[in-house]
């Protein structure tokens, strides 16, 4: 097993992740808790979960299902002390949690890890990420019609500091191992870092950031972020939703797919994403190498560090990117996906 130091509080975590979000809606609880056995048998340590999944859709009804379904993993004999488990926060006005989710706040986090604590059927949540800022962001397609928010920003930094004094307590009563962020930006990372440094408060360990061959929104001014403060990426959908795989190619709908209920695939599914899905099933093609391989050894070769996070519904699919854990890139194939990337690039 490889492992890789993620934050400053010692972690060790496997460079690859496996996410749980289809579990208790696609993918059911037995052929989960085969998953988690699976992944550690490969080597993977790391498991990434929220308390508003399982997702595809986000219901109410359904809030910590997956949360309980890992729980349920360690109740039956699993082996807790193998798993790093990392968990999140929902951010502000999720309609997941009746009345919309409020503000992260002393009380909403305190609360939050609390009750997945008891979910997961642990002690320690070793990595609590906030899903996503309160004041906002640009991910999840709004980069196109994007208005930062940031109008006050004394009273931003005095949010912020909050969230670190508990995360300070938390950490402290044992309940958290390391506090980390999720859809945020660079002056976001930014702030938060200089904020744990001058006030000696827990430092970032981490951001989980959408990042794949079709969504490269990281590569600029928040890798520059990132690189300089020392936090690593954890890349959710490397896989493009499974736009990688090929299975959707040619504008197609497999039954029981994500795309089946959610037909845009969260707004990735635009005139111009299957030519670039064509371009990089052919380069797949011509360098023999599975494209899932391809599109998740492609992470290693990044000038930062990007720890995607994999998925999957079924066992089988499960596989074909376990696959992928053991290899690298053939020399030279990374500066052909970047020539790729120039000509068709952010197709969604």
């Given amino acids: 097993?490889?492992?890789?130091?993620?934050?400053?509080?010692?972690?060790?975590?496997?460079?690859?992740?496996?996410?749980?979000?289809?579990?208790?809606?696609?993918?059911?609880?037995?052929?989960?808790?085969?998953?988690?056995?699976?992944?550690?048998?490969?080597?993977?340590n790391f498991l990434d979960t929220a308390e508003m999944y399982p997702t595809n859709p986000v219901l109410p009804e359904t809030l910590g299902g997956t949360e309980a379904?890992?729980?349920?993993?360690?109740?039956?004999?699993?082996?807790?002390?193998?798993?790093?488990?990392?968990?999140?926060?929902?951010?502000?006005?999720?309609?997941?949690i009746p009345g919309g989710s409020p503000r992260i706040d002393a009380a909403r986090l305190r609360q939050a890890v609390e009750d997945s604590l008891r979910r997961l059927r642990c002690g320690r949540i070793d990595l609590y990420q906030l899903h996503w800022p309160d004041r906002g962001s640009y991910h999840f397609r709004r980069n196109w019609h994007y208005v930062p928010r940031v109008t006050d920003k004394a009273t931003v930094l005095a949010d912020m500091r909050g969230v670190l004094e508990t995360a300070a307590a938390l950490i402290a009563e044992g309940k958290i191992g390391a506090l980390a962020l999720s859809n945020e930006t660079a002056w976001g990372v930014s702030q938060w870092c200089t904020l744990s440094e001058r006030e000696?408060?827990?430092?970032?360990?981490?951001?989980?950031?959408?990042?794949?061959?079709?969504?490269?929104?990281?590569?600029?001014?928040?890798?520059?972020?990132?690189?300089?403060?020392?936090?690593?990426?954890?890349?959710?959908?490397?896989?493009?939703?499974?736009?990688?795989?090929?299975?959707?190619?040619?504008?197609?709908?497999?039954?029981?797919?994500?795309?089946?209920?959610?037909?845009?695939?969260?707004?990735?599914?635009?005139?111009?994403?299957?030519?670039?899905?064509?371009?990089?099933?052919?380069?797949?093609r011509e360098w023999s190498i599975d494209p899932v391989a391809m599109a998740l050894c492609w992470h290693r070769t990044r000038p930062f560090r990007s720890i995607p996070i994999i998925g999957a519904t079924t066992e089988e699919q499960l596989e074909r990117q376990l696959d992928a854990f053991d290899m690298t890139l053939p020399e030279g194939l990374a500066a052909a996906i970047d020539a790729v990337h120039k000509s068709v690039p952010m197709p969604f």
């Avoid at 492992?3 to 993918?27: I, Y």
């Avoid at 379904?69 to 502000?92: M, P, Y």
């Fill in 200 to 284: 000696g408060l827990p430092r970032i360990a981490s951001v989980q950031n959408e990042y794949s061959l079709l969504c490269r929104t990281f590569d600029t001014d928040m890798a520059e972020a990132c690189t300089a403060e020392g936090v690593p990426l954890l890349a959710f959908s490397p896989l493009a939703t499974g736009l990688l795989t090929g299975k959707y190619a040619g504008d197609v709908t497999p039954e029981g797919s994500r795309r089946a209920a959610t037909p845009d695939l969260g707004g990735r599914i635009t005139p111009r994403v299957f030519e670039a899905v064509a371009a990089y099933l052919n380069l797949a």
């Fill in 1 to 44: 097993m490889t492992l890789v130091p993620l934050g400053p509080q010692g972690l060790r975590v496997s460079d690859f992740c496996l996410g749980t979000m289809t579990w208790g809606r696609q993918t059911a609880p037995e052929a989960a808790y085969r998953q988690i056995d699976r992944a550690l048998e490969r080597g993977i």
């Fill in 69 to 96: 379904i890992i729980g349920d993993w360690i109740a039956r004999g699993g082996d807790r002390d193998r798993l790093i488990i990392a968990t999140k926060v929902t951010g502000e006005g999720s309609g997941v």
